[in-house]
């Protein structure tokens, strides 16, 4: 008399688990391209209206760098920017692991838009128009050097900077 049962076999154990290990890794290194790709769509992306500046003088450089390390910082604090921009060590040490350089160009030295501090990134229907930072950019020809939400910079006069300062950043009209 056959039996109807089926020997068990740890062989096909030992592959089921092997190959549920190798999904799992997969997942786990495609999360970062994952979320980049989401903070690339929540941005706009490439396809903005809005030319960066090209790189050049040291304090567009400076600009970008903060701009960068900001936007960064708060990836990895679950979107949020740092608590408190008035206590400019406690910034500083914030952010060492994403810019080491100076916060200071010659005489400029860098400005934070203090309406952000602690803010979270997706509460900005367009981070694009969102000032984190800025730096005086009379040695580059523009007023205002300013690194945006979304970690590009723009040359802006002193009247746009201030416009931009005030606006509502959730969406809302002015």
């Known amino acids: 008399m056959v039996s109807d049962q089926r020997k068990f076999r740890p062989e096909f154990l030992a592959t089921a688990v092997l ?3 190798g999904i799992v890794m997969l997942a786990v290194i495609q999360l970062p391209a994952v979320r980049d790709s989401q903070f690339a769509a ?3 992306g ?3 209206p ?5 790189s050049g003088s040291v304090e567009e450089d400076t600009v970008r760098h903060l701009s960068m390390a900001m936007v960064i910082y708060a990836s990895d604090y679950d979107d949020n920017l740092p608590p408190d921009f008035a206590d400019t060590v406690a910034l500083q040490d914030a952010l060492q692991p994403y810019h080491s350089s100076s916060w200071s160009v010659g005489s400029a030295s860098v400005e934070l838009n203090p309406r952000l501090a602690g803010e979270n990134l997706t509460m ?3 981070p694009l128009e969102v000032p984190l930072l800025w730096i005086d950019g009379s040695s580059t020809g523009s007023d205002f050097i300013v ?4 970690g590009t910079i723009r040359s802006m006069t002193k009247a746009e900077l201030d416009d931009y300062k005030l606006m509502p950043y959730d969406g809302s009209s002015r």
Do not use: E, R, Y
């Open 46 to 48: 490439s396809g903005s």
């Open 19 to 21: 190959i549920v290990i």
């Open 147 to 150: 690194g945006m939400a979304d």
């Open 42 to 44: 929540l941005t706009g």
């Open 50 to 54: 809005i030319t960066p500046m090209s």
């Open 124 to 126: 900005f229907q367009n």
